[in-house]
């Protein structure tokens, strides 16, 4: 399904990660950065992938490839702030 689909039935919470990326990506390669850093955050904002450490730094990459440094950093500090013991590996399951 594709990026537009999504967002015209108002399923972007229902975005796997792999949709997520590859919409994002899409919309990157064809210069439309604002619509793949819109696709992020608002993914990010309701999605509750337990993979969403992943977006987390696809997200902030973006930012920074876009030289918008401030906005990467945070999206940096939600990655470790929120995922600091999964990303150690110390995290328990569930």
Known sequence: MSYNQHLSGGKLTSFTLNELTQAAEMLEASGR??????????????????????????????????????DAANAYDQLTNNYASYLSGTATAA
């Not at 619509?35 to 992020?40: G, H, K, N, S, V």
């Not at 993979?51 to 987390?56: G, S, T």
């Open 33 to 70: 950065y604002e619509e793949a850093i819109d696709l992020y955050r608002q993914w990010l904002k309701h999605s509750q992938d337990e993979r969403k450490h992943v977006a987390w730094f696809n997200y902030g990459w973006l930012l920074q490839k876009q030289n918008l440094f401030s």
